[in-house]
């Protein structure tokens, strides 16, 4: 991809916008861009640089999220509200054309890689209720202040804050405070750069050496909220007027999304819910697969059906797309039986959930699954539910631990 209309290849130390930025080290990269860690010399702050493909199409879409990431400037003036703030925005002309950049504030880890490196069992009820808030505060100002819809809400796009100072700290994820586990920063690029590049390197061999710094790094974190950001609005839109029939990524998907039965702000009221669990339990809400006879949208609709409950006739048979799936009754053409497990036992006896932490985890997060997009709460009427300020930590542990118990109890007995 690092050819005309794609990529900009970029060097440690590489000036940007007259020489106000300069590139320390790739943070990460999409199908649009790639994303660096720069330093920013007039505000002395670090920054990510997300430098754009060049191509008509690419260039299309950075300013369409530009546009998006200003109003979001407007709308958040405080930078309060979760959601990442551009600093900057200009061009940069490079062998491969001409690439738009964005100047976003620097954060740390995704809540993907967060659950990866947890192994995929799920944080505590506890963080998960920190992370939910703020995602909460993030969708009640894009819907109802700037009647934006995010259309692609994941794990993936919600960011940690970066608790590092990179200068300071060669360890390059910002999970290390969660998650105790020391790692050596990988710096990659030429050798002789800039004074702070230098510092970074030292640092880093010093802490793949095992020396002090890092037993001191995981003392220091212990116990932390855990603070978040929504990023990336490549795929947002204004509610009133959507561009794609088709949003989302598969399996954060609403059920209007694939029924083409119009979609709004609860569409990511959906996700939302699908992210909270994905957090609480480790695992996907939803995996569709297509199978032998049916599809992934098909499969998808009977995977919710199975966990939620059957779908209103009239909304099952409502959308543009109903026939494909569904026959004159509102049942699937193509998978016929349904195994239902309801959500509460799917979590009491999946994920060892207590009857208590499931029940109300459920209580939170059933109203958000409902078919209805109309009838979801908003996030404003989420951010008011008691289960966000619950506290429950190693609820889990517990009954983990009680049920082994049982289990040597009755044996005893017998
Ligand atoms: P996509 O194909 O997902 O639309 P994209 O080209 O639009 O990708 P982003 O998803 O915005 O790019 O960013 C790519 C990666 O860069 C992210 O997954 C993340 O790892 C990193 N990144 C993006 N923004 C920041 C930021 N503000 N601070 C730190 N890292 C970031
Ligand atoms: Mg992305
Ligand atoms: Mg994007």
Known sequence: SYRKGGYHAVQVGDPFAAGRYIAQRKLGWG??????????????????LKIQKSAEQFAEAAVH?????????DGDPS???CLVRMIDHFKHSGPNGQHLCMVLEFLGDSLLRLIRFRRYQGLELDKVREICKCVLIALD??????????????????????????????IRSALIPILKRPEGGTLKGRSTTTMVEKRLKRRARRASMGEAEAPKQEKRMDGIDLRCKVVDFGNACWADKPFAEEIQTRQYRAPEVI?????????????????AFELATGDMMFAPQSGKGFS????HLALMMELLGRMPKKIAIGGA????????????????????????????DKYNFSESDAREFVGFLCPLLDFAPEKRPTAQQCLQHPWLNLKNSNQREKNVQSKVNIGMDSLKIN
């Open 141 to 170: 100002c894009l819907h109802r202040e700037l009647g934006i819809i995010h259309t692609d809400l994941k794990p993936e796009n919600i960011l940690l804050l970066s608790t590092i100072n990179p200068a300071k700290d060669p």
């Open 321 to 348: 797309r109903s026939k494909d799936y569904f026959d004159r009754h509102g049942d699937l053409k193509r998978i016929r039986r349904l195994k239902l497990t309801p959500l509460h036992r799917h979590l009491v």
């Open 31 to 48: 199908n649009f861009s790639t994303v660096w860690l720069a330093y920013d010399t007039h505000s002395s702050k670090y920054v990510a």
């Open 259 to 275: 029924l083409v039965s119009g979609y709004s702000f609860p569409a990511d009221m959906w996700s939302f819910a699908c992210t």
């Open 296 to 299: 992934e949208d098909e499969d």
């Open 79 to 81: 930078n309060s509200k």
């Open 65 to 73: 999220e530009i546009e998006v990431l200003l109003s979001i400037v």
